[in-house]
């Protein structure tokens, strides 16, 4: 091991990117983002469809030079000293990847032969549940067990630095599990990970940094911890929220609660009372819920999660 | 670091990289059945078919298997180093193969020299098979250091510039544009290209012929089994087409 922990804040980061710009002819997809990610840790990049996210990734796995700014992966300019800088990364791509006539274990133990000290094939294979599909041709495999093999791809060289774009998509709830027990095994021996992801629970889980993007910039960056607690004034106060059938009289239930509350319906179904609530706070609302027939599901009291932040910076109308 | 997933990463030999990349396409290329029936069945069936109709019917003057296996051979490695590498190679874009082992430690280099060393196993192979298959209908070719010299350039030159050809549509168009386009440009030198039959038979049309890389091809095999000589004229017109077309393809090839 080095001298310097890779967790130590004060070695070298694993990414560096400051100010970058890509533009596709007109359209600006990345219009002066910054992001640092310290070494051995789990980076969650957030954002909505076409925030930019995918174009960042490709640029620091060397697809795409930058039009402005710096990009550095692990200290190395990722398009001029590309030779170096790949053998030690691993890039789980978004699908595809694998031929499409190639076996599971075949492509494998193919990528595997282009290291040194590639892992165990076998291993890989079973920790990732691949082994009842090794000998399946890579277009029989479902898209579960597709996305599986390339996030093998990007492991089995051992690199230093992953970057997984949207690795659980499609998955069921178990292989979910299964790669983020592989991903957290992968930080707790070193590996630096990036990820996207459009799924909230997965980079509160997950991450130890989590960078929002949207039009082409970081627009939030922190621990979800941070995120979800240090934001606006209200989030110290928490919130209590319910589903229930739409237009629900919410000046009534307005009425029926101290001044400092604000209760909201957004989207329609979807009401959250946000103030300093306490046990009282929860009796009311129940109580008139009883009054008013409307049985609140999905009753919620608590900090704010990750997704709530999210639609915050990002709003939530469709893209 | 002492975990199973502590990194230690580094990439394998060049060489090594190259070898496994070539042995990989190749089982590939061996895997996909029409491919194979582009690369084996239908030269066989034109060999046996020419060979058979020229002794019923008396097309062909003079020994049949001598004048057609040339033609035969050139035709299988046509099939090889354009139609299959375009089909596979659209494919490899459309599924993201190509994007993903720009990720990877192997090269853009190492991945050309993988895949010509997978062409000319294939070719290898498909040269013994028609050869195999020429002899037992009677072919008896001249065999000195010339034939093998000339076949080798010729076999080498005409894959490259057949190859660069295919490359250059499989990375402009759409992956099922190229497998259309790939089978009907193989159908059409077939049979119009001097490709099994030598340009000469084409008659003034034939020297145009000559100046295509599947006339070209079709000279340079003829001249080495034929005659035992080096056909220089022949892998002077395919080294202009190789030129030309992985020029063309190194300006406009698509990774993604």
Known sequence: MDATSPRDPLSPPALAVTGLVMRYGEKVAVDGLSLSVRQGVIAAVLGPNGA???????????????????????????????????????????????????????????????????????????????????????????????????????????????????????????????????????????????????????????????????????????????????????????????????????????????????VVEDPPGEYAVHGPVGPDTLARVTTWCAQHEVLPQGLHVGRRTLEDVFLELTGRELR | MTGAFAPAPGAAPMHRQVRRHALMETRLLLRNGEQLVLALVIPLV??????????????????????????????????????????????????????WLGSSPLPRSGLLLGKTGALLLVEAAQIAVVAGAALALGWRPSAGLGTLLGVALTVLLGTLAFAALGLLMAGTLRAEATLAAANLVFVLLAIGGGVVVAPREYGEFGAVLRLLPSGALHEGLATALGEGSVGWPALAVLLVWAAIGGLLTARTFRWE
């Open chain 2, 46 to 99: 034109v060999l046996f078919a020419g060979v058979l109709a020229a002794e019923r019917f008396d097309l062909v003057a003079g020994d049949a298997a001598a004048r057609l296996t040339p033609g035969v051979i050139a035709l299988a490695v046509m099939s090889t180093a354009f139609t299959s590498l375009a089909i596979a190679t659209g494919f490899e874009r459309r599924y993201g193969v190509i994007k």
């Open chain 1, 52 to 262: 930019g996210k995918t174009t960042t990734l490709e640029t620091c796995e060397g697809y795409r030079r930058p039009q402005a700014g710096v990009v550095r992966v692990l200290g190395l300019d990722p398009v001029a000293e590309r030779r170096r800088l790949l053998p030690r990364i691993g890039v789980m791509l978004q699908g595809g990847g694998a031929w499409s006539g190639v076996r599971a274990t075949e492509m494998l133990r193919h990528v595997a032969g282009m290291y040194t000290h590639p892992l165990d094939v076998g291993l890989l294979v079973e920790r990732l549940g691949l082994d009842s599909c090794g000998r399946t041709p890579y277009r029989r495999l479902s898209g579960g067990q597709q996305q599986r093999l390339g996030l093998a791809m990007a492991l089995v060289g051992r690199p230093e630095l992953v970057f997984v774009d949207e690795p659980t998509a499609g998955l069921d709830p178990q292989a979910r599990r299964t790669v983020w027990d592989l991903l957290e095994e992968l930080r707790a021996d070193g590996v630096t990970i990036v990820l996207t992801t459009h799924f909230m629970d997965e980079a509160e889980r997950l991450a130890d940094e989590v960078f929002v993007v949207d039009h082409g910039r970081v627009v939030a960056a922190g621990s979800p911890a941070a995120l979800t607690t240090a934001h606006p004034a209200e989030a110290d106060q928490g919130s209590l929220a319910f589903r229930a059938r739409p237009g629900l009289e919410i000046g009534l239930l307005q009425s029926a609660l101290p001044d400092v509350f604000r």
